[in-house]
């Protein structure tokens, strides 16, 4: 068991049958309220002989011998109040939502209740949602959710095909100035290639800052981001790669806006973009 600054982490092999909550109350030294309530968030997993690793929130689980049980109790992230997220569109194999900035695509080890995949299984208990790609947790934008394996699939398919025109909008700092025939960012990423195509640019908001349209062409991490710290224009509000410290930002200056496909199920052209009134603060 590791105790640092109020996070507890308990990491157990169970010896005999017992109750899930209260083993762990008894190894963690936390009241067995705040354990129940942990599980209900997402912070225990279980690794049962055979199976695969899921997060465990019944608390009156009986775990048997040989089970594997694991707390990451963090006091800050379970007191996290989950943001408002949005479902714009609804089909009986994918459904597409607007992420608001700051919100997870889906759970870390710590819990999943600020996530937007937990959000929506809760919204609809009928339905197996899957992730099939994700934003960063400081950005905003559209996420599609798959309704099932065959969707998840298929949906995964075009994307790793580049199948789905994937359209971002960026706040950046200073003026670029682009042609007609736009900015090809092609810089390796991990030593992996990457592609990231601004499509057109003009003042934003702030005149001294300029509003990029830009098209995706591969998922590296944080790749738009990445691709324009190192072209000389961050985004703004970017912890990580910008110029933010001493600033106060409300967001990460980065939405995906628009994501258009041929459907693989009803064969149609689908576009989907994010209302107006749902588009983050430095659009608006």
């Given at each position: 068991?590791?105790?640092?600054?109020?996070?507890?982490?308990c990491?157990?092999?169970?010896e005999?049958p017992a109750?899930?909550?209260?083993?762990?109350a008894d190894?963690?030294?936390?009241?067995?309220?705040?354990?129940?309530?942990?599980m209900v968030?997402?912070?225990?997993?279980?690794?049962?002989?055979?199976?695969?690793?899921?997060?465990?929130?019944k608390?009156?689980f009986?775990?048997?011998?040989?089970?594997?049980?694991?707390?990451f109790?963090?006091?800050?992230?379970?007191a996290?109040?989950?943001?408002?997220c949005?479902?714009?569109?609804?089909?009986?194999?994918?459904s597409?939502?607007?992420k608001?900035?700051?919100m997870?695509s889906?759970?870390t080890?710590?819990?999943?209740?600020?996530?937007?995949?937990?959000?929506?299984?809760?919204?609809?208990?009928k339905?197996?949602?899957?992730?099939?790609?994700r934003?960063?947790?400081?950005?905003?934008?559209?996420?599609?959710?798959a309704?099932?394996?065959?969707?998840?699939?298929?949906?995964?398919r075009l994307?790793?095909?580049?199948?789905?025109?994937?359209?971002?909008?960026?706040?950046?700092?200073?003026?670029?100035?682009?042609g007609?025939?736009?900015?090809?960012?092609?810089?390796?990423?991990?030593?992996?290639?990457?592609k990231?195509e601004?499509?057109?640019s003009k003042?934003?908001?702030s005149?001294?800052?300029s509003?990029?349209?830009?098209?995706?062409?591969?998922?590296?991490?944080?790749?738009i981001?990445r691709?324009?710290?190192?072209?000389?224009?961050?985004?703004?509000?970017?912890?990580?790669?910008g110029?933010?410290e001493g600033?106060?930002?409300?967001?990460?200056?980065?939405?995906a806006?628009?994501?258009?496909?041929?459907?693989?199920f009803?064969?149609t052209?689908?576009?989907?973009r994010?209302p107006?009134?749902l588009?983050?603060?430095?659009?608006q």
């Amino acid at each position: 068991m590791e105790n640092k600054q109020e996070i507890i982490h308990c990491n157990l092999r169970v010896e005999e049958p017992a109750k899930a909550f209260q083993l762990l109350a008894d190894a963690s030294g936390l009241p067995k309220e705040r354990i129940k309530h942990a599980m209900v968030k997402g912070a225990v997993w279980l690794r049962r002989p055979g199976a695969k690793e899921r997060r465990l929130r019944k608390a009156k689980f009986k775990l048997a011998k040989g089970d594997q049980i694991e707390l990451f109790y963090d006091p800050k992230v379970l007191a996290m109040a989950p943001p408002h997220c949005s479902c714009i569109s609804e089909n009986s194999d994918y459904s597409v939502w607007v992420k608001p900035p700051w919100m997870l695509s889906q759970g870390t080890r710590y819990g999943d209740h600020c996530s937007l995949l937990r959000i929506a299984k809760k919204n609809n208990r009928k339905i197996d949602y899957k992730l099939i790609h994700r934003l960063d947790r400081e950005a905003s934008g559209l996420i599609l959710l798959a309704h099932n394996r065959n969707a998840a699939r298929l949906l995964s398919r075009l994307f790793q095909e580049n199948a789905i025109e994937k359209r971002y909008f960026a706040e950046v700092e200073g003026i670029l100035e682009i042609g007609k025939e736009g900015l090809l960012l092609t810089d390796l990423l991990d030593d992996k290639p990457a592609k990231t195509e601004i499509l057109k640019s003009k003042p934003a908001k702030s005149r001294k800052n300029s509003l990029l349209d830009i098209r995706l062409h591969t998922g590296r991490l944080h790749q738009i981001r990445r691709h324009l710290a190192s072209h000389g224009h961050p985004v703004l509000g970017d912890p990580q790669y910008g110029n933010a410290e001493g600033k106060v930002y409300s967001e990460l200056h980065l939405c995906a806006w628009k994501i258009s496909f041929h459907s693989p199920f009803g064969k149609t052209m689908c576009d989907y973009r994010v209302p107006v009134d749902l588009q983050p603060s430095f659009l608006q």
